[in-house]
C-alpha cells in the first residue's frame, strides 16, 4: 500500500522535485530546512516543515536524529533521502528504520556494501566488473603518508585521491607527483570530514582523457532487476558533472562493435546490482578510455542529479518508483521483462551561481530577478529558487537543472540552446552583480568537441581557460 506522508530528508530542486511526484500521487508531504531554508521553495511546497538546525550542514541536513524525529512527529511513514547528504549513509538508514519508518532506498546492507567505495570495489570485482586500478582498503585521515606513498609508488602517477564515504566529485584530489601528495591527502580528508563526517580516504590511478558513463538500474525486493540505459556525464568541472545526456554518443559506442561494448557495460551493472541484491533506483558508474575499455568506478545508491534524462527518454518517473519499490511493489512486468523502449535524446544542463572565469568559484548572492524557460513536454525545469531568493554559502550553488528533449541529439541540444537563450537570472553579489555559468553552457553545447561527441572529463574545464583573456 502505498504512504499517506512522506518526508523529505533534503534540500533545492531535488526536495521539490520529490515532492512534485508526492503531489501527483495524492501524498502528504514533510519538509525539513535549516535556518538560511527557512522561506525556501520546498519548504513553501511542502504540506508540512519542521526546523531541523542552523544554517551549517552539519548541524541541521546531517542531523539524522533531528530528522527522523521530526517524521515520527509529523506522523510520516516513511523517509526519501534525495541524494547527497545521508541518502547513503547506512546509520541513517538502520536509524530511519529503528523508528518504524521506511527508507526510501537501498537497505542498509546494501548501503554497506555500496555506499562504502572500498566494499564497492570488492562486490563489483566479485560480480566480473574491473575497478579502476587502486587500493581495496582506506586509509587513516592521519599517519598515512608513507604508506600513500608505497602505493601511489605501486599504482602509477598520476593518481587521484578520494572520499570513501561520499560522492559528487566532493575533496576529490589530482596527484601528479609524490611531493605534492600530502596536502592533496590533508586537503582531501578534510573536505570529506565536513562534508560526510567521513575523513577515510582512498587512491586509485587517474585516467586521461576518459570518458564518464553511467548505467542506470532499477531494482525491486523480490529479485526483479532492468538496467534502463546509459548516461554520459563526462562535462564536468573539479570532478562534478555540469552537462549530462543520455545516451551517450561516444565513438566506441558507435556501430556494430560500440553496440557490442554498450550491452558489456550493461551487463556488469546488471551483474553488479544482483550481486549486491540492490533495492531501488542506483547508478554504476564506469570511467572508459579512449579505447572503450571500462573500469567500474563505484555504485551510487541514491537518485542521481541527473535522473531526468533517463526519464525524458523513457517516460519513467524514477521518484515514483522509488515510492512504489519502498512501499512494496515489484516491477511491473514490462519493466521486468526489459521491454521499455527508450524513444529519443535528453540533455541536461546544471546552471549555477558561479563564475566559470574564476576556476568556477561560487557567487553567493541575492537573485533579484529570474525568469525560467517555459516548461513543455519536451523541456523540463528542476530548481528550488524564485525572485528574491538568496544564494548562501552554506550549500551547493546550483541554482537549477534544465532537461530538453529531442527525436535526436540534434534536436534536444537546439532545444536546449533556444531555452537557455530564455533564461533570465539577475544576482547580485556582496559588492556587485555576481556570475553564473549559464552563457558558459551555451559555449559548451556550441563547441565542435561537444558537437561530435568527442569530448572527455577535461573539456570543460579546458574550454573555460580558453575563454579566459590573456594579459
Request: aromatic share 6%; proline share 5%; glycine share 10%.
Amino acid at each position: 500500500m502505498m504512504f499517506s506522508k512522506v518526508l523529505i530528508a533534503n534540500r533545492g530542486e531535488i526536495a521539490c522535485r520529490i515532492l512534485r511526484t508526492c503531489r501527483r500521487l495524492g501524498i502528504s508531504t514533510v519538509a525539513v530546512y535549516s535556518d538560511a531554508d527557512a522561506g525556501a521553495l520546498h519548504v513553501e511546497m511542502a504540506d508540512q516543515s519542521v526546523r531541523i538546525g542552523p544554517p551549517p550542514v552539519k548541524d541541521s541536513y546531517l542531523r539524522g536524529d533531528e530528522i527522523v524525529n521530526a517524521a515520527r512527529a509529523t506522523g510520516a511513514q516513511a523517509i526519501h533521502p534525495g541524494y547527497g547528504l545521508l541518502s547513503e549513509k547506512s546509520s541513517f538508514a538502520r536509524a530511519v528504520q529503528g523508528a518504524g519508518l521506511v527508507f526510501i532506498g537501498p537497505p542498509p546492507e546494501v548501503l554497506d556494501a555500496l555506499g562504502d567505495k572500498m566494499r564497492a570495489r570488492r562486490v563489483a570485482t566479485l560480480a566480473g566488473a574491473r575497478p579502476v586500478p587502486g587500493l581495496d582498503e582506506p586509509l587513516a585521515a592521519e599517519g598515512a603518508l608513507d604508506l600513500a606513498r608505497d602505493h601511489a609508488e605501486r599504482i602509477g602517477y598520476p593518481i587521484i585521491i578520494k572520499a570513501v564515504g561520499g560522492g559528487g566529485g566532493i575533496g576529490m584530489q589530482v596527484v601528479e607527483s609524490s611531493d605534492k601528495l600530502e596536502r592533496a591527502l590533508k586537503t582531501c580528508a578534510d573536505r570529506a570530514r565536513a562534508a560526510f563526517g567521513d575523513a577515510r580516504i582512498y587512491l586509485e590511478r587517474y585516467l586521461s582523457s576518459p570518458k564518464h558513463i553511467e548505467v542506470q538500474g532499477l531494482c525491486d525486493a523480490s529479485g526483479g532487476a532492468v538496467i534502463l540505459g546509459e548516461r554520459e556525464c563526462s562535462v564536468q568541472r573539479r570532478h562534478q558533472k555540469i552537462v549530462e545526456e543520455s545516451p551517450s554518443v561516444a565513438p566506441f559506442f558507435r556501430g556494430d562493435e560500440g553496440a557490442a561494448r554498450r550491452r558489456a557495460i550493461e551487463s556488469s551493472a546488471l551483474s553488479i546490482f544482483r550481486s549486491a541484491r540492490y533495492v531501488g533506483a542506483g547508478t554504476c558508474e564506469f570511467v572508459v578510455d579512449p579505447h572503450g575499455d571500462a573500469f567500474f568506478l563505484e555504485v551510487n545508491a541514491r537518485l542521481q542529479v541527473e535522473h531526468p534524462v533517463t526519464e525524458m527518454c523513457t517516460g519513467l518517473d524514477l521518484v515514483e518508483q522509488q515510492l512504489k519499490i519502498a512501499a512494496g511493489d515489484v516491477l511491473s512486468a514490462d519493466l521486468a521483462r526489459g521491454e521499455l523502449a527508450r524513444r529519443g535524446h535528453a540533455v541536461e544542463v546544471r546552471v549555477y551561481a558561479e563564475d566559470p572565469a574564476k576556476s568556477f568559484a561560487p557567487q553567493p548572492g541575492r537573485l533579484a530577478r529570474v525568469v525560467w524557460p517555459t516548461v513543455a513536454d519536451d523541456l523540463r525545469v528542476e530548481t528550488g529558487f524564485r525572485d528574491g531568493d538568496t544564494v548562501t554559502p552554506y550549500y551547493d550553488p546550483l541554482l537549477a537543472k534544465i532537461i530538453a528533449h529531442g527525436n535526436d541529439r540534434q534536436g534536444a541540444i537546439d532545444r536546449l540552446d533556444a531555452a537557455l537563450a530564455t533564461t533570465v537570472i539577475d544576482l547580485e553579489g556582496p559588492k556587485s552583480k555576481a556570475q553564473t555559468n549559464l552563457g558558459f553552457l551555451r559555449k559548451v553545447l556550441a563547441s565542435e568537441p561537444f558537437r561530435s561527441g568527442t569530448y572527455d572529463t577535461h573539456f570543460a574545464e579546458a574550454l573555460a581557460k580558453s575563454d579566459k583573456p590573456t594579459s
